[in-house]
């Protein structure tokens, strides 16, 4: 399995960026897809997921300014980071929900203030 996350970035306080995540070696139509991230010195953290019928779950610090989806036909997963704030600052990863222990290099999104 391979999990692809893409499109960090260093941004500005306010500004948004828009993560995917090529996944390949499963298909994740029945699956609950996640995103999780891991700021500098702290443990990786759930942060939204998806379940297959497209109902999402968001922790609260991300509520309201982060979209998560998925497109099952490209086996992709996408999260939308609007209003980012230096707190959002680390690497992103995708996976299942509970995850799984394949874990790709992730994506580094960094915000300045």
């Known amino acids: 399995v391979q999990l692809q996350a893409s499109g960090g970035g260093l941004v500005q306080a306010g500004e948004s960026l828009r993560l995917s995540c090529a996944v390949s070696?499963?298909?994740?139509?029945?699956?609950?897809m996640a995103w999780y991230r891991q700021a500098p010195g702290k443990h990786r953290e759930f942060v939204a997921k998806?379940?297959?019928?497209?109902?999402?779950l968001y922790i609260p610090e991300v509520k309201g300014r982060f979209t998560i989806s998925r497109d099952n036909a490209k086996n992709m997963v996408y999260l939308r980071m609007n209003n980012l704030n230096p707190e959002d600052t680390g690497v992103y990863y995708c996976n299942e929900y509970p995850s799984r222990g394949y874990w790709g290099q992730g994506t580094l999104v960094t915000v300045s203030s």
């Open positions: 070696g499963i298909v994740i139509g029945p699956t609950v």
């Open positions: 998806i379940s297959a019928g497209g109902g999402a």
